[in-house]
């Protein structure tokens, strides 16, 4: 993978302009962020939802959760954990063969004086056949040679054929994201870091103006990752405000969302309870409406005049009755206490490709400001219809 070109797009200090970047896989594919990668929790999605469709991707991501319910702990312990977690990988990589695929390891920063976890991460990535992509931990805050760390990391990666991708987080404290962040695009301009991840926390207004200020310089893919899919920032009730564009207009390529590890013995006693026996009693959902950049509370999107219409492969242009109908319901009649919230993720993967589409052809047409009054009117519209 390589980095062939960058538009800065609208640097003035009122500007919004999201960037391009040029990502050649190889001497025939290449292709224009901003992209949305596909996820786990899309393929989990289309499995259980038995979608045929083809999930249109450049580029393939998976979040992996080493963290929560003693996740960190097991990661440490190289016992078992970490070959079901590998075994995942493998899978996922597999599925989306011909893709560039890259793991996010969700751990905890680490202090890069003991290398072991570094050496148990880069193993567990190492040995998953086809893996274009090798995610490195995030480094404390204290340690000072990043640039060193890194450049380890990518040269030992670059010995398996992979890249390595190093990882900041936007918690950091801004003096040492901005410091890391400059080293990074030295690296990408020398091509060994065509890749870098981000990981996403809320209030992080002074590191993302560094890498607004930084966007026309850094060679490299950028992802947001663990990016919530609405930041409980309320338009009107019901009505949430996402934050992907906000992402994209400081300069970064792509998002992701968090991969949260679902307890085994909820879902199996949920497989064993009664189905549900009426709309409300199914799981909540958000009907994620890109073209407005927000997400509509499943029980509002249930009851609008209006709801927004959306011809994503998904949805095909169906009516809200014809969404409920083909998702809500099992092949028996029953209700299906997950069918919605499973078609409203495939949605919102989906929905989002189309809507980058048309917020590509603005960068490139340098009509920001004609998109941005498109995302104003078409809220204005879900607005009215809430009131
Ligand atoms: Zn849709």
Known sequence: ?????????????????????????????????????????????????????????????????????????????????????????????????????????????????????????????????????????????????????????????????????????????????????????????????????????????????ELWNMKGEIDALINCSEVPSTTNRMVVNGVERDVEYELLSHGFDSITRKKRKVNRKFMASRNFSDPPTSLDKIDKFKVATHQASVAIKGDVWRHMEHAPHCSCPVCRGNSRSELIDRFAYKDNGELDQSGMRYFARLHDHQSDNLELGILKRHIFERSIGEYESRLEDNLKKIVNDTE
Not at 14 to 25: D, E, F, L, M, S
Not at 111 to 133: C, H, T, W
Not at 159 to 174: A, K, N, T
Request: charged share 25%; with cysteine.
């Open 1 to 209: 993978m390589e980095i062939i070109d960058v538009d800065p797009g609208d640097m003035r200090v009122a500007g919004k302009g999201c960037r391009v970047v040029r990502v050649r896989i190889s001497s025939s594919v290449s292709f224009d962020t901003p992209v949305r990668p596909i996820s786990v929790s899309e393929t989990t999605a289309k499995d259980y939802l038995g979608y045929r469709g083809v999930i249109e991707s450049q580029i393939a991501a998976m979040p992996i959760d080493l963290q929560s319910n003693n996740g960190f702990e097991r990661f440490l312990a190289q016992n078992g954990f970490i070959h079901e977690n590998q075994l995942t990988l493998q899978s996922f990589v597999d599925r989306n063969h011909g893709k560039p695929c890259f793991p996010i390891l969700q751990l905890p920063s680490l202090d890069y004086s003991n290398r072991v976890p570094f050496k148990i991460a880069f193993e567990m990535q190492k040995d998953v056949d086809g893996l274009s992509m090798m995610c490195m931990p995030e480094i404390d805050q204290q340690f000072s040679d990043y640039g060193e760390a890194v450049e380890d990391w990518c040269s030992s990666c670059e010995e398996f054929g992979r890249i390595g991708v190093p990882q900041l987080s936007l918690s950091d404290e801004p003096s040492v994201f901005a410091r890391r962040l400059r080293t990074l695009c030295d690296l990408s301009k020398t091509g060994q870091v065509p890749m870098i991840n981000i990981r996403y926390s809320p209030r992080s207004t002074i590191q993302l103006s």
